[in-house]
């Protein structure tokens, strides 16, 4: 996966995306979002923001900074945002955003789809406050599975569609210090989606 071929994928699935995602993750959604118990005049950061489905879902005062690759899926979520998002076109993987600027972040379905998991969350974490939280919805590999070859050759061409299923949540999250796992839920599809939340050691507050 690269940006340029992510930049073609999701240009040819902006139309249809929320058609197609909204039913099958809304549930999962909920909860991920639930679970970072936001409050009014938090600063949010949702990286690979999308068609910006998870918008509905935050609590007004909130604070949201939304940003994506994708102009076409940005704009379909700058629709949604009804003036309570600021919206920026950004690589998750390079942000132009200032250290330590958010008090929570959802990477909802982005780790997986990103050229690079492990930088993309590495920058998010930047961004995080100390005692700040952030939320992971996404598709994992077990970390104990076993990668079969046949499992390696689809998912090299699912990976051809814009999304991975065969990165190990791991291997992103250790790239990076300071990093607190607070839960792992079982989601979607026996397990393989999971809801992982996280909390950035430090001051509270
Ligand atoms: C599967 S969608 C998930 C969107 C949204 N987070 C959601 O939960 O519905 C993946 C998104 O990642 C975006 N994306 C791909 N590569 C990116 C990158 N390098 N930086 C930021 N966004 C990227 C795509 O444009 C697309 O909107």
Known sequence: MNNQRNLVVYRLYAP???WLVRPLFHTARQRAIKLLQLQPGERLLLSG?????????IP???????????YPMLQKGREKGNGRAAFALMDA???GLADASFDAIVLNLILSVVPDGAAAFAE??????????????DK??????????????VGK???RLGTDPNRRLNDMLHATELVSVERNEASLFRG???????RKPGREG
């Open 16 to 18: 249809g995306y929320d």
């Open 49 to 57: 923001a999308g068609t910006g489905l998870d918008l509905p879902l």
């Open 60 to 70: 007004s005062g909130v604070r949201v900074t939304a940003v994506d690759l994708s």
């Open 93 to 95: 993987q390079q942000l």
């Open 124 to 137: 998010a974490w930047r961004t995080l406050r100390p005692g700040g939280q952030a939320v992971i919805f």
């Open 140 to 153: 994992f590999l077990p970390e104990d599975g076993r990668l079969s070859p046949l499992r390696q050759f």
């Open 157 to 159: 061409i699912i990976a």
């Open 192 to 198: 393989q989606y999971r809801i992982v939340l996280l």
